[in-house]
């Protein structure tokens, strides 16, 4: 490129980008972890980046988050679906009207549908574009919470909203290109602006060689675990529509079929004390462990405990990117055959034929019955499958570049290339 060229070229701008996070951010897990990668590498991009979120979450360092007046009660951080969230979504759009009016945004980025709804109208109002992330149906996701029935008028009435809310945005980020295919298909939304963005992992923070054999020892020791038992690791929520009921059965199954050679590390809340319970009725309280809640910055240093991690989620729309960190961690996985599953881990799965309690335990036997050596070699292809395709720097550059090509008036970028897939030699 000649020097008069390059002279030309405009020196990059650095946004004031708004963000919209319709929960208690930040509360180490799901969606949360996604927003709070997706501003750590648009910072470091340069660009600056206000979140606005609901009262109570967590502060993270070097994160700027402006949280909308609270209430006297359900101080709580609300995980999935809640009625509380009406009122709270009420008084974010209060408090974000009023911000963006005063600070007057470059982008406005939405996340989840109540976002997405408070993002079209300040984008109307602002002139600002409107980027929707989108991570999973919002009516879909009522469903597998059992928020509401399928069959309801009151579902009917937020289809139509969800939908309106999908065309409403000038560009929709997917968290996997399921996602994607989901608005073409049944929202009707053109493939031209929907951009698959899928979850990504910072695999220099998951690498389980950061760990020794004594500090994992140690912490084993602390936790009370089983030395000489192989361990299954498990981090996320604890939700039925996260498999956890369908785990604890698996483990019941099992027992029926091997030794007492295995020990299940189930990390993560709410609802432990509950879980709990169950597993002392089944008779499970020798073989599991709960930790509550692990903050996000300690989760590298939980999951290198593990010899083989399950993500045994059963939605089929939203995103997992709980199975990202273990791939990280070079963690072999037993997952159910989802399409989100399989666009992550590929030929490198270990997956259970049906989403069923039977079917799992099946396939935790599998993973279970791996030698040393094989877990090691479908750890190691699952890591570096992970850095190839889902790392946090190009897909901070591609949301940049949409960015500026919606400022600009510009063509959008091509979308990045679907994960590659090689074939696992002797496939588990």
């Known amino acids: 490129m000649s020097a008069e060229k390059i002279k030309q070229t405009p020196p990059k701008k650095s946004l004031n980008i708004l963000t919209l996070s319709p929960t208690m951010f930040f509360a180490d897990y799901g969606a949360h972890v996604r927003i709070l990668e997706e ?27 402006k949280r909308c007046w609270g209430v006297p009660f359900n101080y709580r951080v609300i995980v999935g679906s809640s009625r509380h969230k009406i009122y709270l979504d009420v008084l974010l759009a209060a408090m974000s009207l009023w911000y963006a009016l005063r600070h007057k945004p470059d982008i406005i980025h939405a996340h989840l549908h109540e976002g997405g709804l408070i993002g079209w109208v ?17 009516t879909a996701e009522m469903v597998d919470h059992n928020f509401l029935t399928p069959n309801s008028p009151f579902c009917k009435i937020l289809y139509w909203l969800e939908t309106r809310i999908d065309h409403a945005a000038d560009v929709i980020l997917t968290s996997s290109t399921h996602a994607a295919r989901l608005l073409a298909e049944e929202f009707g939304l053109s493939p031209a602006k929907v951009y698959p963005t899928p979850d990504c992992v910072n695999a220099d923070a998951f690498c389980a060689d950061n760990f020794s054999d004594d500090e994992k020892r140690r912490l084993k020791e602390s936790l009370g675990l089983p030395l000489d038992k192989k361990i299954i690791v498990y981090l996320g ?47 499970l309280c020798r073989q599991v462990t709960f930790t509550d809640k692990i903050l996000y910055e300690n989760a590298p240093r939980y999951l290198a405990l593990g010899d083989i991690a399950t993500a045994p989620k059963k939605s089929a729309t939203e995103g997992s990117g709980k199975i990202l960190n273990y791939m990280a961690m070079a963690l072999p996985t037993v ?32 993973a279970l019955n791996l030698s040393p050596a094989e877990r090691d070699r479908v750890g190691r292809y699952l890591r570096r499958r992970v850095i190839r395709n889902f790392s946090w720097q190009p897909a901070g550059e591609q949301i940049e570049a949409i960015y500026q090509a919606l400022l600009n008036g510009d063509p959008l970028p091509a979308t990045t290339p679907q994960p590659v897939h090689h074939q696992l030699p002797e496939n588990p």
Do not use: C, W
């Open 39 to 65: 501003v750590t590498i648009l910072q470091k991009l340069g660009h600056k980046i206000t979140i606005l979120a609901y009262p109570n979450g967590r502060d993270v360092e070097g994160i700027t988050v």
């Open 122 to 138: 300040l984008s109307k109002l602002t002139g600002a574009p409107l980027v929707f992330d989108f991570q999973g149906s919002l």
């Open 237 to 283: 929520v604890l939700t039925p529509y996260q498999g956890i009921d369908n785990l604890l059965e698996a483990l019941t199954l099992l027992n029926k079929t091997r030794d007492d050679d295995y020990h299940l590390l189930l990390m993560g809340y709410p609802d432990v004390m509950q879980y709990r319970q169950k597993a002392e009725s089944m008779g």
């Open 335 to 366: 997952a159910f055959n989802t399409p989100v599953s399989r666009e992550f881990l590929g030929d490198g799965g270990i997956y259970a034929a049906e989403v069923t309690s039977p079917a799992l335990a099946v396939a935790l036997n599998r």
